[in-house]
């Protein structure tokens, strides 16, 4: 059974930091590029960062570039994301995604609020 579980969402204030996990499990963690999406209800879904399959390479939205980074353990099946500087703006419900060729699978999701 193909799991994504996302945690370390929460209420932080402007300027905090969060770091969000996600644990996979069910699927080849390694042979598939990881990414993190967030959603507001106002805002479709949108891409934040992602990381290659072998953490070779990563992106990022240019919203958060320079304030957020990706990473992951392929060893522990799971990808990071470490979120500095938070703005208001940064609140949202942030996803897990991971895909190769063939798949597609999604989190849950984890609720991110900045707000003092």
């Known amino acids: 059974q193909v799991r994504l579980v996302e945690s370390g969402g929460g209420l932080v204030q402007p300027g905090g930091s969060l770091r969000l996990s996600c644990k996979a499990s069910?699927?080849?963690?390694?042979?598939?590029?990881m990414s993190w999406y967030r959603q507001t209800p106002k805002k479709e879904r949108e891409l934040v960062a992602g990381?290659?399959?072998?953490?070779?390479?990563?992106n990022y939205a240019d919203s958060v570039k320079g304030r957020f980074t990706v990473s992951r353990d392929n060893a522990e099946n799971t990808v990071y994301l470490h979120m500095n500087s938070l703005k208001s703006e940064d609140t949202a419900v942030y996803y897990c995604?991971?895909?190769?060729?063939?798949?597609?699978?999604w989190g849950q999701g984890t609720q991110v609020t900045v707000s003092s």
């Open positions: 990381i290659s399959e072998t953490a070779g390479s990563t």
């Open positions: 995604n991971a895909r190769n060729w063939f798949y597609d699978y």
């Open positions: 069910g699927f080849p963690f390694s042979t598939y590029a």
